[in-house]
């Protein structure tokens, strides 16, 4: 596919970077044990940013079907998320007055995870999952889910075969999307007059704020703004009525959406809030953009310090996670089995592969209590409560937690 340097929202030329991180293979080609002796396939990790629009964003280098189709994140391994996921159900629910003949929608609806609790309650839900794999697996759940990928095209066959939805969900979805004009119209097509959208999307703002540079990989084409948010749904007659600020992801926003020509009833205060914040804090210049590659490499440092002192005092690193975030960071710090002789995964999907690019082994977390190691690095750190608190038999043996973003720090 060729390289585009035009903006994926408004077509104005691309110019100034955001952050470059230097090569670097898909963050989710895990490596099978079979395939260690051959070559994998590295690509440039290089976010640009958009003058006209503030829309940061990468090269789509790789067609989405090859990226998608078979896809290793199941949402329902992680605790927290099933949780995140019934709390938005219930609230959704109360908030927007369902019945019994309301239809809710949800893009990349994953494995089900969410939308299982709308079918426990009796609801007609229809996902549509790009990955045929994980789609199969909200199937058997009884979850019905059609396999594509969502555009303007899917939306008008939608309405047409099943009519308008009440509620369109599209969480973590946004960014993923090469054709991103495309996808926000076919959101406003399949809503309903009075219907709602609600997506969640990483919040470009603490990105910045805590260096969360390992949110950038190649299968996350876009970052966003709310400002930039807010001009891209508006180009397309849908307005944000309001706005939550998660901690999903190390901070994310939930936008609520409606038809422009529906009355403004529903707007909420914390839109102009948000908005007034991100002008406060020069969000609206490209000025404000520049410099994050020095705090980035900042926290290289810090890391592959850590690590090297760590193996010279003779201690032993294991990683806890392998999730996507993770295998960028390894790869732009260069961090291999030398610094990192293991990590661990609950998903037994990932059980027994390599990392991309740094090839570290991925293993049952049970070896972490047959090996003892001195500090565990926890790759996902948006989740290292949750971790911290399942892995506290560490500290047995005086083992310690190293969470490695937006600063290195060790947890007693
Ligand atoms: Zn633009």
Sequence with gaps: MAASRSCRFCAARLEDTFVDLGMSPLCESYVRPDRLSEPERFFPLHALICRQCLLVQLDAVVPPEEIFSEYAYFSSYSDSWVSHARTYADAAIQ???LGQDSRIVEIASNDGYLLQHFVARGFDVLGIEPAANVAKVAESR????????????????????????????????LAHVPDLNDFVAGMKELLSPDGAITMEFPHLVQLIEHNQ?????????????????????????????????LATHGGSLRIYAERMERSPDRQTDRVEQLRNR?????????????GFGDQVEAVKRQLIEFLTRAKTEGRRVAGYGAPGKGNTLLNYCGIGPDLLEYTVDRSPYKQGLYTPGMRIPIRHPERITETRPDYLLILPWNLKDEIMEQMAHIRQWGGRFVVPIPGLQVFD
């Design 142 to 173: 009884g979850i019905p889910t059609d396999v594509q990928f969502f555009g303007r095209a899917v939306a008008v066959d939608l309405r047409s075969r099943r009519g308008p939805a009440d509620l369109v969900i599209g969480n973590n979805v």
């Design 95 to 97: 908030r927007f007055g």
């Design 213 to 245: 540079f390992d949110t950038i990989y190649h299968e996350h084409f876009s970052y966003f703004s709310f400002l930039t948010a807010e001009r891209i749904l508006g180009a397309h007659g849908l307005r944000i009525f309001d706005v939550e600020e």
């Design 278 to 290: 991100e002008r406060a804090g020069g969000y609206d210049q490209i000025e404000r953009y520049a």
